[in-house]
């Protein structure tokens, strides 16, 4: 091997690693603020439910972005963010201008972001960290802080193992009293201002059960794995950065508030986000549950550092219904028997997922459709989310939107006890990425999610496969018009992306999905 060729292995494998070891202070959640008027409501709320936690479900994508704005401006003492993404665009940018009002107010934020895709954001989050109330770190990063597209692609090719490997946690909690937990990352498709929106759920939570996120969240923060966004080496914001940052991000959300989005919000929500006001909470007992961060530096599989367990144990329970709502929704040999010994024994099994045509990841799709019939055959339901192509769509600022995907992640056991949270039914998010949730024993509130899972799977939203009675031959039904329609294929997809799907499953890419 010649020596430019050793020279350039060697570039190569030091720009695998992760940045160099840094001193971090550790830090800990605050104590619950208790002064403020919004303290003082929820205080009293949880006083009169010992042990219990509240919940609201939040549905709408405008009022689950606004319930997190209102958080950031009620905010008298802690912010902590935990996201997969936090894209910098309108809503992820009208989101950083709240933050970093709260800071200026005095409140202590701390923003925890996988790297993965934080691409343009990182100059955003570099300003950010230079302001003495904010830290940003970034969790298992990248060697460098903005690699190029050929730098992240031999990265990932030399150290795969590690970069594979994600941090898909969602929570945003406020001053250690109110947390919001459920699928919505940060960015324009999680709230229903971009081209393609995401339905999705969340849970605004107060009482016991945000204590559970406020210790989630310190084990994150203080890992290993999660570096202060200035530990990379190269140039970093200073003060100038954060001045201009200032400007342009209340510029930004001048816009925003001017635009057809703000105006469709404020018709939806006349009274505000349900974060910004007193009304009627889900009481019940719950569960935390989150993976141990560790979880990404096994090689193997250890499940006392997963959620697994739990949410097994959860469906284990399952006496007359189950309901499963994935957008990645590939179970496996292994699972596909299971759900169809539970229907076996009696309990029905429904399954909501995104359709061919409402996937945007085709390699997930082709993973799921290896198991469709035997799904079928083993007596479990199966509704795939129509994408809703050129459906009008208020509360966005173009008017219509290019389609819609299936983004919640949840689970209803006999309509008494839910599950709502980051992980998608598949080896990722069992195995590679680390995934979070809320278990709640609550009937009215599973009656909820089980309204949202009725209302996803009408004729008009979600196509129903099922299995022909001559010859068993899978059929896809739905309505248009409020007439009954069958397709004898995946609708709605086009047959170039037929075709992607048919030659991905020829692939073992099973578990990397």
Excluded at 129 to 154: G, W
Excluded at 480 to 486: H, I, L
């Amino acid at each position: 091997m010649t020596t430019v060729a050793l020279a350039v292995l060697g570039l190569a494998l030091g720009a695998c690693s992760p940045p160099a070891a840094v001193v971090k202070p550790p830090s800990k959640a605050l104590p619950p603020t208790t002064a403020t008027a919004g303290a003082r409501y929820v205080h009293a709320e949880v006083k009169q439910h010992q042990d219990k936690s509240g919940f609201r479900l939040l549905t709408r994508s405008t009022n689950a972005l606004m319930s997190r704005v209102a958080l950031a401006d009620h905010a008298q003492h802690a912010l902590d963010l935990q996201y997969y993404i936090f894209d910098n665009d309108a809503t992820g940018r009208l989101v950083a201008q709240r933050l970093l009002a709260a800071a200026d107010r005095g409140v202590r934020v701390r923003l925890l972001v996988d790297d993965i895709k934080v691409g343009e954001a990182i100059d955003m989050f570099d300003a950010l960290d230079t302001h003495p109330n904010i830290e940003v770190r970034l969790f298992n990063p990248f060697a460098t802080k903005k690699p190029s597209l050929f730098s992240r692609a031999t990265q990932f090719l030399l150290d795969a193992h590690r970069l594979n490997r994600r941090m898909h946690n969602k929570s945003f909690i406020m001053d250690g009293n109110v947390a919001i937990v459920g699928g919505r990352n940060i960015g324009d498709a999680y709230f229903d201002a971009g081209d393609t929106n995401f339905r999705d759920l969340d849970l605004i939570a107060i009482g016991p059960v945000v204590k559970q996120a406020s210790q989630a969240f310190d084990e994150y923060w203080n890992c290993d794995a999660a570096y202060p966004v200035k530990a990379f080496s190269g140039k970093h914001a200073g003060h100038y950065d954060l001045a201009r940052l200032r400007v342009d991000l209340a510029h930004d959300a001048r816009v925003f508030a001017q635009s057809d989005y703000a105006q469709a919000t404020l018709d939806e929500l006349p009274n505000g986000a349900s974060a910004d006001r007193p009304g009627k909470w889900f009481w019940g007992p719950a569960t935390l549950v989150a993976d141990q961060p560790e979880k990404i530096e096994t090689g193997h599989d250890q499940p006392q550092l997963r959620i697994g367990p739990d949410v097994k144990a959860l469906t284990d329970g399952a006496q007359h219904e189950l309901l499963l709502i994935s957008p990645y929704f590939i179970p496996g040999d292994n699972g596909t028997q299971y759900l169809a010994a539970l229907a076996a024994r009696g309990v029905t099994v429904k399954v909501l997922t995104n359709s061919l045509a409402s996937n945007d990841e085709p390699a997930v799709f082709s993973g799921y459709s290896r198991y469709r019939r035997a799904l079928l055959e083993g007596g479990v339901q199966l509704y795939e989310l129509r994408p809703a192509t050129g459906a009008a769509q208020p509360a966005t600022a173009h008017g219509t939107s290019s389609g819609v995907s299936l983004h919640a992640k949840a689970i209803v056991v006999d309509r008494q006890q839910v599950f709502i949270g980051s992980m998608n039914m598949d080896a990722r998010s069992k195995l590679l990425n680390t995934e979070m949730g809320l278990i709640v024993d609550c009937p009215p509130l599973a009656a909820a999610v089980t309204q949202f899972f009725d209302t996803a799977t009408l004729p008009a939203s979600a196509w129903h496969v099922t299995l022909k009675t001559d010859g068993g031959a899978m059929q896809w039904q739905a309505s248009d018009n409020g007439k009954p329609v069958s397709y004898d294929r995946d609708p709605g997809a086009t047959t170039q992306r037929r075709i992607e799907v048919q030659m991905l499953k020829l692939l073992p890419l099973e578990s990397l999905l």
